[in-house]
């Protein structure tokens, strides 16, 4: 697998980062992965791809805080990214590094890490949900995947200092939960892992075999997608 730490100077340029990348390795056919890592600079929110803004997120209060909103390709709930958050990537060959149906690829890709995680912290880690890594029925990780038809982009966050306070301010419950939740707030519902980030990405490296550099950046069909599509309002609001 190949590898490379990659965090650009804006959010809407990151998201586009991981379409072009996926986009890249589709067109090319490559015969190899990619794990990319990232971790972004400011505090901003990111919504599913179909999410409804107003019913995920408390606007008034973003604009209160200064923070931007964002919409990606892939699905799943709306999230909080900033300071203490560490993002990955993954393009991986359909059929090859994952299984063709969505469930099975999840369970691959979070196997994975769930034992990255356990190994760090000597307790228990368990999978919830379709996508949700816990520790003691608390969220500390959630996953996306975006497919095409020879590679899958699967991406999410691993919590590790990210001011809790900040994320119940600015998202509201959201409309579509996760059994599992049962309706609980933001601050007890997720938590962090209070790892050093350096660390946990020599155990990302580590599980997923990732030693290759990868350096065929794609940064013409980045900023491309950034004008066309993840930097528009009305991509971000179109539900």
């Known amino acids: ?3 490379i730490e990659l965090t650009l100077s804006d959010p809407a340029s990151n998201l586009a980062c991981d379409e072009a990348l996926v986009e890249l390795f589709e067109a090319r056919r490559a015969p190899d992965c990619l794990l990319r890592i990232w971790e972004p600079k400011n505090h901003f929110i990111v919504l599913g791809h179909s999410n409804r803004i107003d019913s995920e997120v408390d606007v008034a209060a973003c604009e209160s805080e200064r923070l931007s909103i964002f919409r990606r390709l892939s699905g799943g709930g709306t999230v909080m990214q900033g300071p203490g958050c560490l993002n990955y990537s993954l393009i991986l060959r359909n059929g090859v590094d994952i299984p063709l149906g969505i469930a099975e690829s999840f369970q691959v890709v979070l196997e994975h890490h769930k034992q ?15 996508s949700d ?4 029925g608390r969220k500390f990780s959630g996953n996306a995947q975006y497919r095409k038809r020879r590679f899958t982009l699967v991406h999410g966050t691993f919590l590790l200092n990210l001011d809790p306070a ?9 409309s579509k939960q996760p059994v599992y939740r049962q309706n609980r ?17 020599k155990a990302l490296k580590a599980v997923w075999s990732a030693s290759d550099q990868f350096s065929e950046v794609p940064n013409a069909m980045i900023a491309d997608l950034k004008e066309s599509r993840y ?5 971000t609001r179109k539900f």
């Open 185 to 201: 707030s933001h601050d007890s519902f997720m938590r962090n892992l209070h790892l050093d980030p350096n660390n946990v990405r």
């Open 1 to 3: 697998m190949q590898y």
């Open 166 to 174: 900040i994320v119940a301010r600015c998202l509201r419950l959201p």
């Open 133 to 136: 890594l816990v520790i003691n």
């Open 231 to 235: 930097g528009r309002p009305d991509w």
């Open 116 to 130: 990255c995680i356990q190994e760090m912290i000597g307790d228990c880690v368990d999978i919830a949900g379709v």
